[in-house]
C-alpha cells in the first residue's frame, strides 16, 4: 500500500493506493471520493459497551469504514474535519501511541483501536479525558487543528501541554491532569487544565486550539447575530 499526504500543512488530504485485496480502516465520513472498485464495510469501533461509549462519552463516530480494492488496484482520498495537518505514526508492534479522541482519520487493519476512558468521574481535560490507545503494528494516521509539533522526552524528562493543544503521546509516556497554579490561575490565566507528560516518548501538539477558535468566531459574529435578532 502506499500513501501521500498532499496540500500540507493546512489543508491536507491522505491518498492512499491499495493493491487488489489490500485494506484501510477510516473514520466515518473521512472519504472524499474513491476508486469505483473500492468496496466498503462498516462496523463498530469496538465492543457494543465500548462503542456506546465513544459515540455518547467521546462524540465521536460509532462506527469505521473498512475500504478494500477489489479484481484490481485502487486509490482513494482521506480527509477531517479540522483544516490543520495529517502525519503518519508507524506502530512497531510493540509500542503504540496514546491520541486524542478527535484526532484519528485512519490505520491499517492491523493497528487495534482501543479506547481507553479515564478522567470521566474527574469531569477534566477538555470536559473529560477521553483517548484511544493504539497498538499492533502498521501505519496509524492522525488529523491536527493547524500544524503538528513534535517533542521527543528522554527517560524522566516531563513537558506541560494544553489540554487542547495535546494530539497524542507515546504508550512508553506517564501523563497526569492538572490545572495551573491556583484556583485564581485556572479561572484568570485562560490556560485551565493541562496534562503533564513524562517520558520516555513522543508527544504530539497541535498548533491551534480548536475551543479558541470558536469562541473567536462568536466574538466575530455575536454583534451581526443580535443585531438580526433585534431587527426581527
Known amino acids: 500500500m502506499e500513501y501521500e499526504i498532499k496540500y500540507r500543512p493546512s489543508y491536507s488530504m491522505l491518498v492512499v493506493k491499495m493493491n487488489p485485496g489490500e485494506t484501510i480502516t477510516a473514520e466515518a ?92 468521574t474527574k469531569g477534566i481535560f477538555g470536559q473529560g479525558l477521553f483517548m484511544i490507545k493504539t497498538s499492533g503494528k502498521g501505519n496509524l494516521f492522525i488529523n491536527t487543528f493547524g500544524a503538528i509539533d513534535r517533542h521527543h522526552l528522554s527517560a524522566g524528562e516531563s513537558l506541560i501541554v494544553d489540554n487542547f493543544h495535546l494530539v497524542g503521546f507515546s504508550d512508553t509516556c506517564s501523563y497526569k491532569v492538572r490545572r495551573i497554579g491556583g484556583l485564581k490561575e485556572f479561572v484568570l490565566s485562560g490556560e485551565g487544565l493541562v496534562v503533564e507528560i513524562t517520558g520516555p516518548g513522543d508527544v504530539l501538539i497541535q498548533t491551534k486550539n480548536l475551543a479558541e477558535f470558536a469562541d473567536w468566531l462568536w466574538h466575530v459574529f455575536e454583534p451581526k447575530i443580535r443585531a438580526m435578532m433585534r431587527s426581527r
Do not use: C
Open 29 to 120: 465520513g473521512a472519504m472524499t471520493y474513491m476508486s469505483p472498485n473500492i468496496q466498503i464495510k462498516t462496523r463498530a469501533r469496538a465492543g457494543i459497551l465500548d462503542t456506546i461509549k465513544v459515540g455518547v462519552l467521546g462524540g465521536q463516530s460509532l462506527f469505521v469504514n473498512d475500504y478494500t480494492a477489489v479484481g484490481g488496484p485502487g486509490e482513494m482520498g482521506l480527509v477531517a474535519a479540522p483544516l490543520g495537518d495529517i502525519e503518519r505514526l508507524v506502530l512497531d508492534g510493540h509500542n503504540g501511541y496514546i491520541i486524542q479522541r478527535s484526532s484519528y482519520i485512519a490505520s491499517d487493519p492491523t493497528v487495534d483501536l482501543d479506547i481507553k476512558w479515564q478522567g470521566f
